[in-house]
């Protein structure tokens, strides 16, 4: 078993595995093709995690630290039929939550405007849009879109808006399919993306999809930065119709010269959603139950596809 974690700061553990430490050095720390469970190592570039896959022989699961896949799905082809692929639900919902929220307000009430004026020993008022009464749309209602509207509601919005890949209903009301987002984003005063990177979601926000946001609205993106067509969006933020809120970018990391950085009214953060306090220890309760439920041949939470019999993947 490949771990990120040293194994002996996990406690509680099953016994009987063997357990490795490898977080993306040099060296691996067996031979790859002895490793049953490889455990993605978190926030390591594409190279990185892709290098042991073409050798992972015998491996059954493949467990991501990430709530996204999409940093191992290229390296799917290369493994043995039946490998399980699991992300990590239950890890990332609290703190991408927090940091979409604090985005928005950031971003709604200009505290980057007050951050440049205190550099300056500069004092400006003013009035600034609240997030009360406005309307959220939330595209990717999976359990981070949830924990973000949890996160609304209190603040008083007018009204949350969910989107997800197909409808369904939750018990905070209907959740709209992406084919109802046309009539759905001119009533957005706020439009949060979190929906997992796919060949669906790849550039969802084109500049169709931004040319229907109502004016001086504001988009959040704590997704994945191709879910944005770049382009698109620099021209909706240099006319001023839009701002934008960034914690994803593509490309990223966001070149130093990149016209997105000095972009008005935009936001940044460095992908930092995900690697806060809460993620080691909800990393490790992840790790003890998937590894218990492997070791004792129960079913695997949070599996996302199964590899098929040529190399490709089946979905869950």
């Known amino acids: 078993m490949w771990l990120p974690i040293p194994p002996e700061e996990i406690p509680g553990l099953p016994e009987g595995p063997d357990y490795l430490f490898w977080n993306g050095g040099e060296d691996f720390p067996a031979d790859p093709a002895d490793c ?3 455990v993605v190592p978190y926030m390591k570039p594409l190279d990185v995690v892709l290098r042991p896959m073409p050798h992972l022989g015998s491996v059954q699961v493949v467990q991501t630290l990430s709530a996204g896949v999409d940093n191992v799905t290229p ?5 043995p039929a039946g490998v399980r692929l699991c ?12 940091l979409a929220l604090t985005l928005i307000l950031a971003s ?5 405007g ?12 003013g009035f600034h849009p ?5 309307n959220v749309l939330v595209v990717g209602y999976g359990s981070i879109g949830a924990a973000i509207e949890d996160r609304l509601v209190p603040f008083e919005v007018a009204r949350v808006a969910r989107v997800a890949r197909s409808a369904r209903t939750t018990a905070r009301g209907p959740v709209h399919p992406l084919t109802e987002l046309p009539s759905l984003l001119p009533e957005a005063d706020v439009v949060v993306l979190s929906t997992p990177l796919t060949e669906t979601t790849r550039h969802l926000v084109n500049a169709e999809f931004l040319a229907r946001m109502k004016d001086g ?4 993106n704590v997704a994945r930065g191709p879910v944005v067509d770049t382009k698109a969006l620099l021209a909706e933020l240099e006319s001023g119709r839009l701002t934008a809120a960034l914690d994803v970018t593509d490309p990223e990391p966001l070149p130093p010269d990149h016209p997105l950085w000095q972009a008005p009214g935009v936001l940044i953060s460095p992908h930092v959603g995900g690697p806060t306090s809460a993620f080691l220890p909800r990393a490790k309760r992840l790790l003890i139950d998937q590894l218990s439920r492997f070791v004792n041949r129960e079913p695997l939470g949070n599996v996302i596809l199964t590899t098929g019999p040529t190399n490709g993947a089946t979905s869950a």
């Open 130 to 134: 609240a997030l009360a009464d406005k």
């Open 217 to 220: 609205a504001l988009l959040v």
């Open 36 to 38: 049953a469970f490889y």
């Open 75 to 79: 390296g799917l082809k290369d493994l």
């Open 114 to 125: 007050f951050v440049r004026a205190q550099d300056k020993g500069e004092w400006g008022g």
């Open 87 to 98: 992300n990590a639900r239950g890890v990332h919902e609290a703190s991408t939550a927090e």
């Open 108 to 112: 709604l009430r200009g505290v980057p």
